[in-house]
């Protein structure tokens, strides 16, 4: 069976990959990706939910790349998840979260990803317009992967 990386290790790496970058309010971005690692546990998600929740956002920001996600000791599962999340660039909502929902697991790391985006406290940090369009932008998602509610 072969060894993987523990969630302190994902952890840790998630937060070396992210140390740089700043959220859209221009708080460190490791806060965010703590946030949905939070809310996928709290949702009853399992570790390997909760490492993808991690590195939910990495590829997509560039933060690490496809090729170190490949190689990575991870279970395919997580890879899968993280991969799942990614939005490509130039891919439409309908086949981005048409992936979420045809990937296990999946949906459960964008529900906490979206609920910590949609966040009142972190949205009213925001420029008015960016807020609005933000706002608008994750409703039609959530509507997308038939989340109901805030």
Do not use: C, F
């Amino acid at each position: 069976m072969p060894t993987y990386l523990t969630l302190a290790e994902v952890e840790a790496i998630a937060r070396e990959a992210h140390r740089d970058q700043r959220d859209k309010a221009g708080r460190p971005y490791a806060g965010h990706l703590a946030a949905v690692a939070e809310g996928v546990r709290a949702r009853g998600g399992s570790d390997e939910q909760i490492a993808a929740a991690w590195l939910h956002d990495a590829v997509e920001d560039h933060a690490l790349s496809r090729r170190w996600l490949d190689e990575a000791a991870l279970p395919e599962r997580v890879k899968e998840m993280v991969l799942a999340v990614t939005k490509r660039p130039g891919e439409d909502l309908a086949a981005y979260t048409g992936r979420i929902l045809a990937t296990p697991g999946a949906l459960l790391i964008k529900e906490a990803d979206l609920a910590h985006n949609t966040d009142p406290g972190r949205l009213a940090a925001l420029d008015p317009a960016v807020r609005t369009r933000l706002t608008a932008k994750y409703a039609q998602v959530r509507g997308l992967l038939g989340l109901t509610g805030g």
